[in-house]
């Protein structure tokens, strides 16, 4: 292997691709030090991930065909595994890796329809998305865990399993100790969850319509942050509005992830919403505080008394310092919580506040997410998409 400041990691990516799995698993490989090598399989860098992200590679895959990596992992979801199983290059990029000796990794569907396709899985215990554990390989032995590692390879199950499954990748090439570090200001959850929020001051967020929310993105944003919400709020059927605050449509976030919005936040200011979320980030939350435009759509949803919320950092550095707190119990991620001026919920994963919501860390963000999905749309539906996604 390369040496233990420069691990080289593949992460391919292509159109239906699963965001969540493919960014938490770039993103937490990242904050261990490896170089990840994010390789689309479309013809252009841009891929059109499912759940209405767009996300942008770094290379094509053709162009890591004489290159060498300490691990290739493949996201799941659908139809992003099976473009990834029909690509000749990756197949014989990951067919030469494994025969090498390398650690291999997929998740979701991949395992079933990519590494099983092409005959990796044979004689090894293996997992995938519960709706296709029925397509793994007869030479592979399916079992029902969160994450399973036999030998050089790793599978896990989805979406809610990524933070787990990506530890686990780092601890392969890095050790446990590694994997713990990095786990730890992640602000991560024991499982199974039990998606406890702290409620106070409760009111009705339901409407008529469906509801319209807007997530700002920036330059620094936290990618995990940002695509579990923009994913879950897509899944639940709300109508999202990705906006940059920057420039440029495509922003790239703190640990290099490169994401497309839908617009500009000077479009996407001329509309209404029943929701703007912040994702952090420190240089994400401190492009938002400096956006006059940003802070007048938040002071006024505050004012009409609809919902608005934020995450990590944002809660600390844009709404604490523009009076959007006053009077309201919050959280933020644990070393932003001393900015707080009322802290006496802040050790909390999610807080609601009548229309104010907030939560912690890029391992609380599914949480959020769901809190936000069950406000809308009721807990039913929040507890179907977390069991849909193997949260629970």
Known sequence: ????AHRKVLVPIADGTEPIEAVITIDVLRRSGADVTVASVSSGLQVDASWGLRLVADVLVSDCAGSTFDLVSLSGGMPGSTNLRDCEALEGLVRKHVSEGRVYAAICAAPAVAFGSWGLLKGLQATCHPSFMEKMPTDATAVELRVVQDGRCVTSRGPGTTMEFALELVEQLYGKEKA????????????PANLTVKELNSVSWTSNKTPQILVPIANGSEEMEATMIIDILHRAKAKVVVASVGEKLEIVASRK?????????????????????????I???????????????LKKQAESGKPYGAICASPALVLEPHGLLKGKKATAYPAMCSKLSDQSEAENRVVIDGNLITSRGPGTSIEFALAIVEKFFGREKAMDLAKTMIFI
């Open 1 to 4: 292997m390369a040496s233990d």
């Open 180 to 191: 713990e570090e990095v786990a730890g200001p992640m602000v991560m959850c024991s499982h």
């Open 283 to 297: 240089g994400g939350a401190q492009e938002f505080a400096s956006s006059e435009k940003l802070i007048n759509l």
């Open 257 to 281: 992830v490169k994401i497309v919005a839908d617009m500009l936040l000077e479009e996407a200011a001329k509309l209404e919403y029943d929701l703007i979320v912040l994702p952090g980030g």
